[in-house]
Nanobody, 113 residues
Framework: VQFVESGGGLVQPGGSLRLSCTGT?????????MTWHRQAPGEAREWVAT???????LYIPAVQGRFTVSRDEAKNIMYLQMNNLKPEDTGVYYC???????WGQGTPVTVAS
């Protein structure tokens, strides 16, 4: 299953954004372990967060307490709520199933004054 990300943009430090992740051909049904990743300019792609079907979550320490991953079952959408954004959060954000190698286009996030 391939997913499409949206919701990125330009935001000032301390601001918030909510990213969305939906299936492109098959609706996201919440039955898979889902992940968010990001790639900063000139850097390798890194894992950011995981959402388990039961609702459990895990985050990298750099975003713990600021980012929240969740799922809207009615809309078949996974979200990444990002609060208190910092310049180092700048990058392209991707969502995909755990273990998948099918990357979407991602959605760019820029945190700058």
């Amino acid at each position: 299953v391939q997913f499409v990300e949206s919701g990125g943009g330009l935001v000032q430090p301390g601001g918030s954004l909510r990213l969305s992740c939906t299936g492109t051909k098959v609706p996201y049904n919440g039955e898979d372990i889902m992940t968010w990743h990001r790639q900063a300019p000139g850097e390798a792609r890194e894992w950011v967060a995981t959402l388990w079907p039961g609702g459990g979550t895990l985050y990298i320490p750099a975003v713990q307490g600021r980012f929240t991953v969740s799922r809207d079952e009615a809309k078949n959408i996974m979200y990444l709520q990002m609060n208190n954004l910092k310049p180092e959060d700048t990058g392209v954000y991707y969502c995909l199933e755990a273990g998948s190698t099918t990357w979407g286009q991602g959605t760019p996030v820029t945190v700058a004054s």
